[in-house]
């Protein structure tokens, strides 16, 4: 009978087989072009965040619940949004390994997100507008 170290292991592995064998290749939404790389990356960071939650049937976890996106931009909703943001993104998202997240919200209700962490063992940092 495995131990709980045994366990422990085995979901740290499935991340990190999950993180390198993901497709780091995929379609641009908007043009049908082929993107790689960190530009698929943010495709689908953008995807994570503005697909609702419980919309896709066979991912009922999928995406950003939605009035996260469309409570005023308080300070007590922007760390809810910081905290939902980075478990949704965790979960998701296994390519990027998350250290650093920012989120700007201007007069006119535009969001802007900026990430910093690891790409596949690469230090970057980018921005994603909502």
């Given at each position: 009978?495995?131990?709980?170290?045994?366990?422990?292991?085995?979901?740290?592995?499935?991340?990190?087989?999950?993180?390198?064998?993901?497709?780091t290749r995929g379609m641009c939404?908007?043009?049908?072009?082929?993107?790689?790389?960190?530009?698929?990356?943010?495709?689908?960071?953008?995807?994570?965040?503005l697909t609702p939650h419980r919309?896709?049937?066979?991912?009922?976890?999928?995406?950003?619940?939605?009035?996260?996106?469309?409570?005023?931009?308080?300070?007590?909703?922007?760390?809810?949004?910081?905290?939902?943001?980075?478990?949704?993104?965790?979960?998701?998202?296994?390519?990027?390994?998350?250290?650093?997240?920012?989120?700007?919200?201007?007069?006119?209700?535009?969001?802007?997100?900026?990430?910093?962490?690891?790409?596949?063992?690469?230090?970057?940092?980018f921005g994603v507008a909502s």
């Open positions: 009978m495995p131990d709980k170290s045994d366990e422990m292991r085995t979901k740290k592995f499935s991340r990190v087989a999950r993180a390198e064998f993901k497709q939404a908007e043009t049908g072009q082929v993107l790689t790389g960190l530009e698929h990356l943010k495709q689908s960071l953008r995807n994570i965040i919309q896709r049937v066979m991912l009922r976890d999928y995406g950003l619940d939605d009035g996260y996106l469309d409570q005023p931009g308080n300070r007590y909703q922007v760390m809810k949004l910081y905290s939902r943001l980075a478990a949704v993104i965790s979960r998701w998202e296994p390519r990027l390994d998350l250290t650093r997240l920012s989120v700007d919200v201007s007069e006119n209700g535009q969001i802007d997100f900026r990430f910093e962490g690891h790409y596949l063992g690469k230090s970057v940092q």
